[in-house]
């Protein structure tokens, strides 16, 4: 059963990051039924991107240390944990155009 009250903060950033997936998801046609290729494939880091009709979105994930990988110009991190090339430490990033 999912908790919604009396989070530990690492509890709390995690069902913020899931909520905020989710508006992402509610906005963009391409994670729900889009078209997946792989752009990056590494034994602890993967990118992929989801493409439908128009629209366009780039997901990282990343279990090893800090990577560094950047979207095509016009894309941003709609969950807010990658910034400047970079890919955080055990962090999955969604980057959208706004």
Same mark, same amino acid.
């Given at each position: ?8 903060? @690492? ?9 905020? =997936? %989710? /508006?992402? #998801? =509610? ?5 729900? #039924?889009? /078209? #997946?290729?792989?752009?990056?494939? *590494? ?9 439908? *009709? @128009?629209?366009e979105v780039y997901v990282a994930i990343n279990r090893d240390n800090t990577k560094s990988w950047s979207p095509? =110009? ?5 969950? %807010?944990?990658? @910034? %400047? ?5 055990? /962090? =999955? ?6």
């Amino acid at each position: 059963m999912q908790r919604f009250t009396g989070l530990t903060a @690492a509890e709390q950033k995690s069902l913020s990051n899931l909520q905020k =997936a %989710g /508006t992402l #998801r =509610a906005q963009h046609v391409a994670l729900r #039924r889009g /078209t #997946r290729s792989n752009v990056v494939v *590494e034994d602890y880091f993967w990118v992929y991107k989801v493409t439908f *009709e @128009a629209d366009e979105v780039y997901v990282a994930i990343n279990r090893d240390n800090t990577k560094s990988w950047s979207p095509p =110009a016009g894309f941003v991190d709609g969950l %807010g944990n990658c @910034a %400047g090339g970079s890919v955080p430490i055990l /962090t =999955a990033c969604i980057f959208v155009r706004p």
